[in-house]
């Protein structure tokens, strides 16, 4: 039997993989509320996507994906919390308009290159700036593994892939070699 590389696997669920120059490149902001139907339409396709990826792969510490993943240059992402009964994060044009100075370190994985992970320092807090649909500014604190799952999609709509903030010399390991794939991320309390 021919195993599948999980990035094989997600390319074939319509995620874009790692070289594809939308991955790089700055999404584009939404015009809201003018721009309403074009965000619509593209967080549409974003909760599309992860319910086909979600009946593929489970994931325990929960899972974001942003529209440059699905080949759109559009500011917008989503995150479902690792609670299946959290509703969904949706982020338009967000922006981190402040962090904490504490951070820790864990492992990531991106569905965009799904068979390596590595260790990336994010910070425990974050309060991110969103613009709803109608154009209203929002601002929302995200702490933890919400914070690492929000921080990891920002990132992806400013064309950052998680390994750009890995430490210097820090090394991603294949997916077969990390030892702690369906448990939660662990945070000091």
Known sequence: MIQVRPSEQMRGLGVVQRGASV???????FDLPAGREAAEQ???????????????????????LAAPQIAIGRAAAVVQPSS?????????????????NDEDEQYEGCLSFFDVRGQVPRPLRITVETTTLEGQAVT????RGLARLVHHEIDHLDGL???????????TIPVEQYRQ???SWAYKQ
């Open 84 to 100: 299946p009964a959290a509703p969904a994060i949706v982020l338009v044009n967000p922006r981190i308009a402040d962090r904490s």
């Open 181 to 183: 794939t369906g448990h």
């Open 23 to 29: 991955l790089a490149e700055s999404a584009r902001a």
């Open 161 to 171: 892939l998680y390994t750009t903030r890995m430490r210097t010399g820090g090394a």
């Open 140 to 143: 929302t604190t995200y702490e």
């Open 42 to 64: 593209a967080i549409g396709q974003l909760f599309s996507a992860m319910e086909r990826i979600g009946q593929v792969h489970p994931f325990a510490k929960g899972m974001g």
